[in-house]
């Protein structure tokens, strides 16, 4: 249950992007309002009848992490969903964290650490 209550939270703030990516195909959802529910080791994001949604396999995820990454100008931060190989399954990246002059919105910033501080920087299954 562990990880549908990560999921929950994160589809509660807005501007959350989901990011599902391998060699051959990236696909990004916007986590604004989307619905989520579990059946078995399946999880829903998203209606089944509408343009987009996601099944994820509960059982296939090993590890999620709290990620910052820091770059030259920037950091971003993200929650990353792993499976038994390291291999990313799921990135959930919080967006809109930087105004238009390059300065950090501290107030997402806080959101992002409550929920770190809530689960831990790293969970395993």
Known sequence: MLLFDILSDLLKINDILLIIKNNAAVSEI?????HIKQKEKWITIGDNDGPAHMHINTELIQVVKFVEDKKSDRTSFSVQFFDQN???ILGAFFTKMYDQSNNLNFE?????EKLCEKYGSKIQF
């Open 86 to 88: 390291g291999d990313r």
């Open 108 to 112: 997402r910033k806080k959101i992002y």
């Open 30 to 34: 916007r986590g604004n309002s989307l």
